[in-house]
């Protein structure tokens, strides 16, 4: 059931902070818990700890899995693709790529080749309809914070839920 749970969808132009934002948010909102929830004993125990508080608050991504695929598919670890400094480097030409065009083939260019070609061959939903069944699925959670909000239907199937 999605009825207790809440998002924050962030939306924002490429390379405007998105994903800074949402650690912020959750690093604020984790710290208000934690004040709240715990005393100077429980606070002591958890210096460090990010554990106590990931089944309350968590981020997710509609893109979590063209993320993981990618991060799979050229042996780079996921939480390095949100560097600016990956998104936007060129990928080597190799057995398995020729760069046959005057654009240079980015990881940021390759996750919207793979996103326009699922939503293609699928349905133009599938990310936001993936997320909402992770949200679902993960039944701890119940505030989600999406950094990567950009199209209209993605938000159209999270008020749809009833989250956003």
């Not at 934690?34 to 460090?48: P, Q, R, T, V, W």
């Not at 600016?84 to 083939?105: A, D, I, R």
Request: charged share 25%; with cysteine; net charge negative.
């Amino acid at each position: 059931m999605l009825q207790n749970k809440k998002i924050i969808a962030i939306h924002g132009f490429n390379g405007a902070g998105k994903d800074t934002v949402a650690a912020l948010i959750k690093m604020h909102l984790c710290n208000e818990l934690h004040s709240f929830k715990y005393d100077l004993k429980d606070a002591e125990k958890n210096i460090g700890n990010d554990a106590w508080h990931s089944d309350i608050i968590q981020v997710d991504r509609f893109a979590a899995p063209i993320k993981a695929f990618i991060s799979s598919f050229l042996g780079i670890p996921e939480q390095s693709l949100n560097l600016p400094e990956v998104k936007t480097k060129e990928l080597p030409q190799g057995t398995w790529y020729t760069n046959n065009s005057n654009e240079p083939l980015t990881i940021r260019t390759l996750h919207t080749l793979i996103g326009d070609g699922m939503k293609e061959v699928f349905n133009p939903d599938i990310f936001a309809r993936t997320l909402v069944d992770r949200l679902q699925q993960n039944s701890e959670a119940e505030l989600t914070i999406v950094p990567d909000l950009r199209f209209e239907n993605e938000l159209k199937v999270l008020r749809e839920t009833g989250i956003a």
